[in-house]
């Protein structure tokens, strides 16, 4: 069809259906309840059963009855009465249906109109944006990424459920976990101690691993995601804005063969450590792993790939190393609303995806002077203090300075072995608490103080 052709056509609407809604909610009070959970009155195409919508609305919010006679008040009122078409017309609405019972079926109509003008008014905007030369095309598609997820959740509905309605549901779920046996209801991390307490990392949750350079984020979320993706082949993604994708996958073959990280980098290797090294290059060649190396990455970029690989590669799960490393858009804000906006948008994508997200935060070098060594604490997130309130859970590696170990050890020799806490600081649907495990220096490998035990 010629573009003329498509500039000519009346956009997508039902005069009959919006005003069978208006004529329901005029003879039926208790229509508004019903209708309310599909239509707000941008979602009408007439400018005067808007405005009867709109009346119908503030006079629920009031508490007040919707007839003939308060509707023509109201809009009188507010001056919309002859915008509305005036008396004649609103009293001509209870006319077009015998009843109110289908209420819904003309409001989904309605709405239903609504959302094609807004997707006829979206591709408009790209279209219009796609000839702009001086605007990026990846952030041209992010925005209307965006536009059309925004779209699809303004249209979700919300009504309430009675509680019979509820519990046959809730019985199924907590039955068919039983007869799974499974032992948690999230992904696991693999560190039993850490899982017994969160149960997993749940969907939808922004879960937040914060710790003093050099303690060993990194080597923690890898060991983690190898867990996932090489024990249990858990589709998992980790994103890296500060090693590179050989760096990390060198640092993983060595925990995962259990070879020193040292001779690995320098190629000093026994017969025995290349014959395990092979073997685990094979375990991890068939592993559900994805990483994404992209130094300055922006958080654009970031959503971009994440909802590619969810779509494509099925991925369950995705770590990002780390949280303020991510770049903003908005170059104008101050850091700490930058790293704000990117905290809110994480949580966000967590949800929309529906899977966990796990970023690493540094905290700040004040945590090393403290004297009573009790690690990092929530106010110790560094740049913004919305990373906190975002995480639905944040969990801190702590381990006492070196200095400090190798005095407790009495002139003894240090051990390659260094006991490390995890610190459960925040859970939002689960208790607080630690988790002691042990760092292998040699391996850059963290395990459970239990599985050694």
Do not use: W
């Amino acid at each position: 069809m010629a573009q003329g052709g498509l500039k000519d056509r009346i956009p997508p609407h039902n005069d009959d259906a919006e005003k069978a809604t208006l004529g329901a909610l005029l003879l039926d009070e208790d229509a508004i309840a019903a209708a309310i959970q599909y239509l707000r009155p941008a979602d009408f195409y007439s400018n005067a059963n808007r405005r009867v919508y709109e009346a119908v609305l503030n006079l629920f919010n009031l508490g007040r009855k919707a007839d003939i006679i308060t509707i023509v008040e109201e809009l009188r009122r507010t001056g919309e009465l002859d915008g509305a078409g005036g008396p004649a017309y609103v009293a001509s609405l209870t006319n077009v249906v015998p009843t109110a019972a289908n209420v819904d079926y003309y409001a989904k109509i309605v709405q239903d109109c609504s959302l094609r003008r807004s997707l006829i008014k979206v591709s408009g905007e790209v279209t219009v944006e796609s000839y702009d030369e001086s605007r990026e095309s990846r952030i041209i598609l992010e925005e209307t990424q965006q536009r059309i997820f925004e779209l699809v959740e303004d249209r979700h509905t919300f009504t309430y459920k009675s509680a019979k309605e509820i519990i046959p549901k809730a019985i199924e779920i907590i039955e068919n976990l039983r007869n799974s046996r499974k032992e948690y209801t999230g992904i696991a991390s693999g560190f039993d101690d850490l899982d017994k307490l969160t149960s997993g990392f749940q969907q939808s949750e922004l879960i937040i691993i914060g710790a003093r350079p050099s303690v060993g984020k990194t080597s923690l979320a890898l060991n983690m995601a190898a867990n996932i993706a090489v024990s249990k082949k858990i589709p998992t993604a980790f994103f890296s804005l500060e090693m590179s994708d050989m760096a990390l996958m060198q640092r993983l073959i060595s925990s995962e063969a259990n070879i020193d990280a040292n001779a690995l980098r320098t190629g000093y290797l026994k017969k025995s450590e290349f014959t395990g090294l092979v073997e685990t290059a094979g375990r991890l060649y068939e592993a559900p792993l994805y990483f994404v190396d992209m130094p300055n990455m922006k958080l654009l970029d970031l959503r971009a790939q994440a909802r590619r690989l969810k779509v494509q590669e099925k991925v369950e799960i995705i770590f990002i190393d780390y949280l303020t490393l991510v770049g903003s858009e908005n170059y104008q804000l101050p850091r700490h609303e930058q790293v704000a906006e990117i905290s809110r948008s994480l949580k966000a994508l967590a949800r929309e995806l529906n899977i966990p997200i796990v970023a690493l935060s540094q905290v700040r070098r004040e945590v090393e002077g403290k004297r009573d060594n009790s690690g990092p604490g929530l106010a110790d997130l560094r740049e913004s203090g919305s990373i906190e309130q975002d995480a639905d859970v944040v969990i801190f590696l702590h381990r006492e300075k070196e200095q400090d170990r190798k005095n407790g050890e009495s002139g003894e020799a240090a051990s390659d072995t260094l006991p490390t806490e995890l610190i459960v600081a925040k859970q939002r649907n689960g208790p607080t608490g630690k988790v002691d495990i042990l760092f292998h220096k040699k391996y850059t490998k963290f395990v459970s103080k239990t599985a050694v035990n």
